[in-house]
């Protein structure tokens, strides 16, 4: 499985869990999140990115049409919230 890097690259009004633009973490081989010392990941967020995650960790299996090879950036779930960009490593 393909390790991720998970990037804050923009907070639209808010973000209760202070998150700013270049915080980032990562997704490693067989499911570990890696927070850098000192930092945070919002619970709520880091749900509803999981899904997705675990698919492009897993990308080069799935067929080549599927949406996930070309989506790079996600949102968390409020609306006026963090936009999150995911890269392969």
């Known amino acids: 499985m393909k ?3 998970v ?8 973000c209760g869990a ?3 633009a270049g ?4 997704v490693r081989g067989a499911g570990m999140v890696e927070i850098p010392k000192g930092k ?3 619970l709520y967020a880091l749900n509803s990115l999981f899904p997705f995650l675990t ?3 897993r990308e080069d299996e799935l ?5 996930i090879a070309e989506t790079a950036v996600l949102v968390c779930p409020d609306p006026a ?7 392969t490593l």
């Open 3 to 5: 390790d991720l890097r």
């Open 7 to 14: 990037e804050v690259i923009g907070v639209k009004k808010r």
């Open 18 to 20: 202070k998150h700013k």
């Open 23 to 26: 915080d980032y973490f990562f």
């Open 40 to 42: 945070k990941v919002c």
């Open 55 to 57: 698919a492009k960790q």
């Open 63 to 67: 067929p080549a049409d599927d949406w």
């Open 81 to 87: 919230g963090v936009r999150f960009k995911i890269t």
